[in-house]
T-cell receptor, first 108, second 113 residues
């Protein structure tokens, strides 16, 4: 069973700071997802990665398959980025294994 | 497109009661999932379906049942509700499985008292 660890668990930063959230997993995977859970509870998919790097607006996601590690970066952070960021990995079957999430607060 | 619609948003049940959480999607996705999210824990898969008429157990299926009679609908049935089923439930769908983008419903907060 894959173990997914996210760090940090909690992060408070000032508006404008560069944010990095990390995700490590124990077993080789075919895909990794980054999700955003809003304060109201809704979950939105940000990225799905199998290799390399993806960018969408101020968000950048990278994955290193050999090191079993992925990072989510937020440039020029803003209070509206405050949310829980969740990493999830796909192993063999159709389910995903989820990390516990990183609680991010961006203060004005 | 409404995406994934999940109802109800909130529900309180008494121990032993039953209920059905409804989930429907209008994206013609083959794959649908039910997850539960407990405080401080990652989401866990309850059941999933790869198409109409096909369902399979996930990591935590005990106490739940599902059916998939149409591509659009994937209801989750709780029989004999127990306090351990107090959780937030999310329905999700994807076009081609867990290696494709997931679309989530807005969640159902269920309390069993």
């Amino acid at each position: 069973k894959n173990e997914v660890e996210q760090s940090p668990q909690n992060l408070t930063a000032q508006e404008g700071e560069f944010i990095t959230i990390n995700c490590s997993y124990s077993v080789g995977i075919s895909a990794l997802h980054w999700l955003q859970q809003h304060p109201g509870g809704g979950i939105v998919s940000l990225f799905m990665l199998s290799s390399g790097k993806k960018k969408h607006g101020r968000l950048i996601a990278t994955i290193n398959i050999q090191e079993k590690h992925s990072s989510l970066h937020i440039t020029a952070s803003h209070p509206r980025d405050s949310a829980v960021y969740i990493c999830a990995v796909r192993g063999g079957a159709d389910g995903l294994t989820f990390g516990k999430g990183t609680h991010l607060i961006i203060q004005p | 497109n409404a995406g994934v619609t999940q109802t109800p948003k909130f529900r309180i049940l008494k121990i032993g009661q039953s209920m059905t959480l409804q989930c429907t999607q209008d994206m013609n996705h083959n794959y649908m999932y039910w997850y539960r999210q407990d405080p401080g824990m990652g989401l866990k898969l309850i059941y999933y379906s790869v198409g109409a008429g096909i369902t399979d157990k996930g990591e935590v299926p005990n106490g739940y049942n599902v059916s998939r009679s149409t591509t659009e609908d994937f209801p989750l049935r709780l029989e004999l509700a127990a306090p351990s089923q107090t959780s937030v439930y999310f329905c999700a769908s994807s076009r081609g499985g867990a290696s494709e983008k997931l679309f989530f419903g807005s969640g159902t907060q269920l309390s069993v008292l």
